[in-house]
């Protein structure tokens, strides 16, 4: 049978010559040139409606972009997000980041902890993968001089000063600190000690729990002894509710001042009527003031229902990337990196614009409160007059 | 004076919890010499069962006082849990029972995986709360404070643990659990349904482990998937510091875990002049568990594990 061994040779053939074609440049069936990104956050555990969340933010951006078609380098190309989970936890996020650098991403949107961002920051970092977390605050994230990291978010020694100088002021003079031990919230927390003491103001009694905890009675009883009037904690939401919770339960009359982890609608209905009269701060402006705010909760609300908190900043994140490899025609990080440092773009959130340590430029903080069961916006203090870069 | 108070009330509460989650663990180790692994997560699945079926009862009747709510989630997830309990153990360790120890120990930490990300596929990822059915009165016992909740807490723990001794000593059903732990084959020999006495164990245990779970949901106000892991862990511990397999030992330990806990974090950081703070709340526990395994491996109150094992 001659014809049909000719027949399945070249078949062969094709397929050999079409998985050679795949291993440097994998392509869509429409010929398009992929290129991958890697998108992580916590979406397993406690935190993971929050990681879902900033997934979510990065997904509808990218498809957004793969709708409206991008050409790179005179090629068609499609963008396809890779989504890892980190599970919040320092140890995976550095499993993960490695397994994205085998997969050859491009870049990687996230994480979403600070605790994280960090030790994933330098596998990126080594491997010269462009990094844009939407929603690590710590300090010690652009403190490492990594040209790759960059964040969409003011961090956390703007929000602390904020918070420190808002807790003396206005609330009153003794503060007891409590923080999860993660880097994001021992960082806030210490940034906060610091302004309140800059302020006039003592720090009665620092306690600590962890990311996984519900059980605060005995490190709130301990507080309570103390008689302060403003109790801060530092960490996330799903901590934060059963807290405000626990300490109405001992009777304690201090107030509750948190950061951005708590401003959520999830604390909300997890403090349920604790939650009245409870203040945070969320770095950025509020949605309804971010430019494009009331038309991205239109367009996320309608595919995904609630917005947690970061989505708009993921969804920045990853329009300022796609919009520096556009600019530099390439998705080559190396030839991308000065494009993105250079970006100056409007987004949602306000002003995309990076500093030389890749903190975002002039960013803002605002505090709420709640009231009637909602967030209602208290202030919204600019920290233009102070940038990241400034303060070493 | 009342800051001691509140810390001992504290403890108090969050130690009977511990105990009757370790209850459910010691029971088994007792008659199996199995380490059931998934106990926890029974625990989350009696918390997310009574929350779902509460949040139900609550949507579709209105009038319905919320006690007799509560009292209806509970009996609701207790019978859901025994079901699962008795299916737990006829599915995955019944068939391993004449394999190795080390097999159906691998097997319960697999059945815990797949509880925790069924009950994922179920309820979602996000917190849950506990329904708005109990309104929290506070009581001031000189300058501590104490809640209606924690008082009914520690009151059906007691009451629960009770039963559960009286059973095992004056019932017929508790003879023969107690003749199954001393050897499985002579109490088959003596006529004893042993399946039946195993089945009867590990319903007992959940259906324990789904009282704790809704009381740990309605205590805290939040329910989640990932609960069982970290409440199933301390109360293992709670066992193993009792004495794993004595059912007393597990309501001891149970009790001093809580108290250990809720002293540690309260009085580490003054006792130590700030050199250990609060962080060190989990580690303090382990510490004693640790003593004690040092010391006394068998136990506070064990005394057969070592000829045992």
Known sequence: MPLIRLVTLFGLAGLMLAGCGQKDAPRTAAGELIIRIGSVAPLTGPQSHLGKDNDNGARMAIDEINARGVTLGGKRVHFEIMSEDDQADPRNATIVAQKLVDARVRAVLGHLNSGTSIPASKIYHDHGIVQISPSATAVAYTDQGYKTAFRVMTNDRQQGRVLGEYAVKRMGKRVAIIDDRTAYGQGLA??????????GGTVVKREYTNDRSTDFLAILTTIKARNPDVVFYGGMDGQGGPMARQMQQLGIKAKFLSGDGTQTTEFLKLAGPAAEGVTASSPGLPLTKMPGGSEFQKKFTARHGHIQNYAPYAYDAAHALVAAMIKAD??????????????????????????????????????????????????????????????? | ??????????????????????LGYTMVYGILELINFAHGEVTMLGAMIGIA????????????????????????????????????????????????RLAALITAI?????????AMLIW????????PVVTLEKYNVGGAIITNLQIAIVIL????????????RFTSLGRAMRATAQSTETASLMGINVNRVISATFIIGASLAAVAGVMNAAYYGIAHYTMGFTLGLKAFSAAVLGGIGNIP?????????????????????????????????????????????????SGLLGERVGERS
């Not at chain 2, 723990?157 to 095992?168: D, H, I």
């Open chain 1, 190 to 199: 210490d940034e906060v000690v610091k302004a309140v003491e800059a302020s």
């Open chain 1, 330 to 392: 390439s998705a080559d990080p190396a030839k991308y990196l000065p494009a993105l440092k250079a970006l100056e773009m409007r987004g949602v959130t306000g002003m995309v614009a990076f500093d030389d340590r890749g903190d975002i430029r002039g960013g803002a903080i605002t505090l709420y409160r709640v009231r009637h069961g909602k967030w209602e916006v208290l202030e919204t203090v600019s920290s233009a007059g102070a940038p990241a870069g400034q303060k070493r």
């Open chain 2, 1 to 22: 004076m009342d800051i001691f108070g509140q810390q001992l009330i504290n403890g108090l509460v969050l130690g009977s919890i511990y105990a009757l989650v370790a």
């Open chain 2, 53 to 100: 079926f509460m949040d139900a009862m609550l949507t579709s009747t209105t009038g319905v006082p919320g006690l007799a709510v509560l009292a209806a989630g509970l009996a609701a997830s207790i019978a859901v849990c025994m079901g699962i309990g008795f299916s737990l153990e006829r599915v995955a360790y019944r068939p391993l029972r004449q394999a190795p």
């Open chain 2, 110 to 118: 697999g059945m815990s995986i797949v509880l925790q990300n069924v």
């Open chain 2, 124 to 131: 979602g990822k996000q917190y849950i709360n506990f329904p």
């Open chain 2, 157 to 168: 723990s007691c009451l629960l643990m009770m039963g559960l001794l009286a059973l095992v």
């Open chain 2, 249 to 297: 030992g597990a309501m001891l330990g149970g009790l001093l875990l809580g108290l250990i806990e809720s002293l540690g974090a309260g009085y580490l950081g003054q006792l130590t002049g700030g050199f250990l703070g609060s962080h060190y709340q989990d580690v303090i526990a382990f510490f004693v568990l640790i003593l004690v395994l040092v010391l006394r491996p």
